[in-house]
């Protein structure tokens, strides 16, 4: 298994930035792919970035040219450049790994508030 420790959320602006952190317990290498999700009050869990072993990485249109999602292995640590930032990206961040077709597992989640 793994344990994903989430941090660098908060309050900002429209317009503004903020950097999500999400540290694995164990080697980037060893993980299939590593997933930042978001959830709204009232709305489902929606995928936001994905990055995968190879280096693959793929984004949901509503963040697409705003968001970079990053991983450095030596820290064991992906990143979730967040840009331009809107009220509707309010959401509880979710960081999440994919371990195998049947195991993945997930943080706890970080608060990201943008006010208007």
């Known amino acids: 298994q793994v344990q994903l420790v989430e941090s660098g959320g908060g309050l900002v602006q429209a317009g503004g930035s903020l950097r999500l952190s999400c540290a694995a317990s164990?080697?980037?290498?060893?993980?299939?792919?590593m997933n930042w999700y978001r959830q709204a009050p009232g709305n489902q869990r929606e995928l936001v970035a994905t990055?995968?072993?190879?280096?693959?990485?793929n984004y949901a249109e509503s963040v697409k040219g705003r968001f970079t999602i990053s991983r450095d292995n030596a820290k064991n640590t992906v990143y979730l450049q967040m840009n331009s930032l809107k009220a509707e990206d309010t959401a509880v961040y979710y960081c999440?790994?994919?371990?195998?077709?049947?195991?993945?597992?997930w943080g706890q989640g970080t608060q990201v508030t943008v006010s208007s």
């Open positions: 990055i995968t072993r190879g280096g693959s990485i």
């Open positions: 164990r080697t980037l290498d060893s993980i299939n792919a």
């Open positions: 999440n790994a994919i371990l195998s077709w049947a195991s993945n597992a």
